[in-house]
């Protein structure tokens, strides 16, 4: 297992494939649709903003752990009741 040093995180976020803008709305009303995520791959590495917190995953990592991943970072930002 690799060291994550903040030269090797500054050079992922550099190289990470970002979705162009679509030319129409996404929206009824102006704010941001909900939109399906794009497809989880186990294949490459992926970041993906959940919530208010930032989910990243290495290459090689299973779906399902990705996954886990986004629904525990979920949970954890649930309100309280």
Request: aromatic fraction near 2%; charge should be positive; proline fraction near 10%.
């Amino acid at each position: 297992m690799s060291i994550v040093t903040p030269a090797a995180s500054r050079s992922f976020v550099a190289k990470a494939r970002l979705p162009g803008r679509s030319a129409r709305s996404r929206t009824r009303s102006g704010g941001m649709a909900d939109t399906p995520p794009l497809p989880m791959k186990a294949s490459e590495a992926q970041t993906r903003v959940v919530g208010s917190g930032l989910v990243v995953a290495a290459a090689h990592v299973p779906v399902q752990t990705r996954q886990d991943l986004v629904n525990g970072t979920l949970f954890a930002q649930r309100p309280p009741r």
